[in-house]
């Protein structure tokens, strides 16, 4: 099975071998199935994942293009997001859909305020967020044509809520905030930001695509790490949370869930005109496949209220016995106080290197995510993380040891680019080069105009020969 064949073959081939063939490709993969990653796979067991697949697979050839013509895409639908609103203290005037992810849920949440916003004549196009809000943030507003006007958080790493105040101006759309951010684990401050909203008059989006299916469950076990941050806040006018993160369904799925239909009505998308008759979409897509929105379906109701808090109670264990052990190490420190099974960590002042930590474990086959501002490595704990978990501690405890006995060791790989990219001045340089990897891996890369580009300072290049490296080869 060539990766150079352009051509669709003459003849088909034989079905097994190609499960084989396919099968050999994931040979170079993140190990997820032995919990060596630490983000991007969110499973209970294989018991579990085979059930999945087989509701999923009921449902592989169903289209949810059309809602009428199969209802029992619409109830799944409609019971998945009743569900994720009861869960999440929301009244009966409560609606909302399901969406291929968060990016998806995020789109149409700004997208559903715009609309908003040009039908009450407001003619706003700014977003006020924290500046840990999600990239999909970004993403969207960059399509839809907003703006998003980032707030640096406070010295606890969460959105700091008087300068978002200040930052609210007669352009202002709508504000956000996280429950938590991705990066850190951190609950950004939601109910005073909840009343900066209704101060203001002003739609409020809460981005829980990764917190919106644990954070509940440990309120229960944990409650002083979270506060009130869904539909409990008058101010709150839109939730997201993604089912196929810790309700444990399949990819691609997530609900986007708004305070009332007074909102919701303005994401629909409807056309008279076309020769094949009236065109209507609630969501981005057309084509919606029914496998996800059925996957979402069983995997709440097999799992139940009682099974995700004990999930949520191992996970928290796992938590405190990683915690622990990272502050047991005088040269490690984590960031913030995290509220959930995110957290991240860094060397104190970054002696030693903390991305020399990370070349380290990696080398020992650890998959592992590191972040920048500050430079940090980021951890998700997992069910398939607790059986390796303590391997991970010792690794951890070498790994420091390593880089403090070796000071003069730099890193290497991604921890090398991504420690580059948080000491540039000249993050455009970054995006550039970002781009060619991207081009380069969709394609052929395209040859800039050396007129439209600024020669660089010669003390550059060789930033620009480290950041061609490819950060999708491992």
């Given amino acids: 099975m060539s990766t150079d064949k352009k051509r669709i073959p003459e003849t088909g081939q034989d079905p097994e071998k190609l499960l084989a063939a396919m099968e050999s490709f994931k040979s170079g993969d993140a190990r997820w199935k032995e919990g060596r990653t630490w983000s991007m796979v969110y499973q209970v067991d294989e018991a579990h994942n085979k059930f999945l697949k087989q509701a999923s697979n009921l449902f592989f050839s169903e289209s949810y293009i059309n809602p009428f013509a199969f209802e029992s895409l619409q109830r799944m639908e409609k019971e998945v997001v009743a569900m994720t609103a009861d869960m999440l203290h929301g009244d009966e005037q409560v609606a909302g859909t399901m969406t291929s992810g968060g990016t998806e849920s995020i789109f149409l949440a700004l997208y559903t305020y715009r609309e908003w916003g040009r039908k009450a004549k407001r003619g706003c196009t700014e977003v006020i967020a924290p500046a840990t809000i999600h990239p999909a943030f970004e993403k969207a507003a960059h399509i839809l044509g907003l703006k998003i006007k980032k707030v640096e958080v406070g010295e606890d790493g969460k959105a700091d809520v008087e300068a978002m105040r200040r930052k609210i101006g007669p352009g202002t759309l709508m504000l956000a905030a996280s429950a938590p951010s991705y990066p850190h684990g951190l609950l950004d401050p939601i109910p005073s930001i909840s009343q900066i909203a209704q101060e203001h008059q002003l739609p409020f989006h809460v981005d829980a695509c990764i917190g919106g299916f644990m954070l509940p469950w440990v309120e229960q076990l944990r409650p002083e790490l979270v506060h009130p941050w869904d539909f409990r806040l008058p101010g709150v006018t839109s939730i997201s949370a993604d089912t196929h993160k810790f309700a444990y369904g399949a990819k691609g799925s997530s609900v986007l869930l708004y305070r009332s239909m007074t909102y919701l009505r303005h994401q629909f998308f409807i056309t008279t005109d076309w020769a094949g008759g009236i065109y209507a979409s609630a969501t981005l897509l057309g084509s919606r496949s029914g496998g996800p929105i059925a996957a979402a379906w069983a995997a709440m109701n097999s799992l139940g209220r009682q099974r995700y808090l004990e999930l949520a109670g191992q996970v928290m264990a796992g938590v405190d016995q990683l915690k622990a052990a990272i502050e047991g190490m005088a040269e490690l420190e984590c960031i913030g106080a995290p509220c959930m099974n995110i957290l991240a960590f860094a060397t104190r002042n970054n002696r030693p290197d903390i991305f020399v930590v990370a070349d380290a474990l990696a080398e020992k086959g650890w998959y592992v995510d590191r972040q920048q501002r500050p430079n940090c490595?980021?951890?998700?704990?997992?069910?398939?993380?607790?059986?390796?978990?303590?391997?991970?501690?010792?690794?951890?405890?070498?790994?420091?040891?390593?880089?403090?006995?070796?000071?003069?060791?730099?890193?290497?790989?991604?921890?090398?680019?991504?420690?580059?990219?948080?000491?540039?001045?000249?993050?455009?340089?970054?995006?550039?080069?970002?781009?060619?990897?991207?081009?380069?891996?969709?394609?052929?890369?395209?040859?800039?105009?050396?007129?439209?580009?600024?020669?660089?300072?010669?003390?550059?290049?060789?930033?620009?020969?480290?950041?061609?490296?490819?950060?999708?080869?491992?």
């Fill in 377 to 474: 490595i980021h951890v998700t704990v997992m069910p398939q993380n607790l059986p390796v978990l303590q391997a991970y501690i010792d690794d951890l405890r070498s790994a420091v040891a390593f880089a403090k006995a070796n000071p003069n060791a730099k890193a290497e790989g991604n921890a090398a680019l991504y420690g580059l990219m948080a000491r540039i001045p000249f993050r455009g340089m970054v995006a550039q080069n970002v781009r060619k990897m991207f081009e380069t891996l969709y394609g052929n890369p395209v040859e800039e105009d050396a007129s439209t580009e600024p020669e660089p300072a010669k003390w550059m290049g060789w930033a620009n020969r480290l950041l061609s490296f490819n950060p999708f080869r491992r």
